[in-house]
């Protein structure tokens, strides 16, 4: 039965999130994290950092990820194949037709929409994960992880990678 709610649990949320991979996370974090159980929210956040350090499609490596820990090898495979499945399917069947309407002002508008939907989603996750790191490791580690990731990045440009892969040592040091 876990292969079944795996395998639900990705498809759904890759037909239901437009967008790639960043609108479809905060989708797999409600399955994952408050209908399903199988993570803690933090668990969720770690896994999601290490996957964002590591290229490729974000919501593949989550799914094989998540997968992997709830149904072995099989439980992989069928994660990652349901999230590309909605994908696959619509390729293969509605091409032609968005081909088709590609000008059409209905397209261009339902795009437009979207877009500030995805923004909320993803502005809604950003804000749970700051509120529960804050009631997790204080201020001052959110401080110090948030202002010395900025530097990293923007002043000595540091790969984001890295810069996660650091934090995620200075956070292993200091639990």
């Known amino acids: 039965m876990i292969y079944l709610h795996v395998f639900w649990v990705f498809f759904i949320t890759n037909i239901l999130g437009y967008g790639g991979g960043p609108a479809t996370i905060p989708l797999i974090q409600k399955e994952v994290v408050e209908h399903y159980k199988w993570m803690t929210s933090q668990e969720f956040n770690e896994a999601l950092a290490m996957g964002n350090a590591l290229p490729g499609p974000i919501a593949t490596k989550m ?6 820990q709830e149904g072995g090898y099989l439980g992989s495979f069928l994660a990652v194949f349901a999230s590309v499945a909605p994908s696959l399917i619509l ?8 081909y088709k309407f590609r000008a ?14 995805i923004a909320v989603l993803l502005g809604v996750m950003a804000f749970q994960s700051f509120y529960e790191s804050y009631f997790q490791i204080g201020i001052g ?5 948030g202002i010395g990731s900025y530097l990293l990045i923007q002043k000595v440009k540091v790969h984001p990678g890295l810069v996660v892969f650091a934090s995620l040592i200075y956070g292993a040091i200091n639990l």
Not at 63 to 68: D, S
Not at 91 to 98: K, P, R
Not at 104 to 117: A, D, E
Not at 141 to 145: A, G, K, R, T, V
């Open 91 to 98: 390729m293969l069947t509605l091409m032609g037709l968005l």
């Open 141 to 145: 580690h959110i401080l110090f992880l």
């Open 63 to 68: 799914a094989g990820y998540i997968g992997f």
């Open 104 to 117: 059409s002002p209905q397209v261009k508008r339902m795009t437009l929409y979207v877009k500030p939907t």
